[in-house]
């Protein structure tokens, strides 16, 4: 994970309502995505998540979206994405999205109960996000075979924690005074 550490250690901190903020490639979409960064981040999610009998990944729009096309490709497992606009299909499953800047609904279509699902995302911070994606799925019925986040910002609340979900990463980094640091090169 040399590229994404490296990449991580030059990325620019901006502060929003308190919040401090970086502004990655993967998180973000600038700057530019370089396929090598894209390619090892692929490998490492292939190489950490349990993929075995997975029927589905599923990620929340928008930055979820490149990472887990890259693995579905990889993979030949489906995709499907957590939109931020409802659609009215049925079984549709409306969440309450809260991260540590923004609050939104989100909608859930094409999961049904039972199946199989990896659920990938680009950043865990506040834990919002994934906290309420994994409740959601919890409710369907649907198996959460396994969560990765491929960057964990560490320091204050972790909602997911504190729900008792247990979400893989591939790097932890925190920021300190408005840079980024390497907290564990491995990840959870």
């Known amino acids: 994970m040399e590229q994404l550490k490296q990449s991580l250690l030059d990325a620019p901190i901006i502060e929003k309502d308190?919040?401090?903020y970086f502004v990655h490639p993967i998180?973000?979409?600038?700057p530019k995505l370089d396929p090598g960064l894209l390619r090892e981040i692929v490998i490492g999610i292939i190489r950490k998540a349990e993929l075995e009998d997975v029927d589905r990944i599923v990620t929340p729009a928008a930055m979820g979206i490149h990472i887990s096309t890259a693995v579905s490709l990889m993979t030949d497992i489906p995709l499907t994405v957590?939109?931020?606009?409802?659609?009215g299909l049925e079984h549709e499953v409306a969440?309450?999205?809260k991260t540590g800047y923004s609050e939104n609904e989100m909608y859930i279509n094409d999961v049904r109960e039972g199946e199989r699902v990896l659920v990938l995302d680009d950043v865990l911070s506040t834990g919002g996000t994934l906290a309420s994606?994994?409740?959601a799925l919890?409710?369907?019925g649907a198996e959460v075979v396994d969560t990765v986040a491929v960057i964990k910002k560490e320091g204050g609340e972790n909602k997911v924690d504190d729900a008792g979900y247990d979400v893989k990463t591939l790097i932890n980094v925190d920021v300190v005074d408005g840079e980024v640091?390497?907290?564990d090169e491995t990840g959870d």
Do not use: F, N
Not at 82 to 87: A, F, G, L, Q, T
């Open 95 to 97: 969440i309450s999205q």
């Open 18 to 20: 308190g919040y401090h």
């Open 138 to 140: 919890d409710e369907i």
């Open 27 to 30: 998180s973000d979409g600038l």
């Open 133 to 135: 994606v994994l409740d």
């Open 181 to 183: 640091v390497i907290v």
């Open 82 to 87: 957590i939109r931020k606009r409802e659609y």
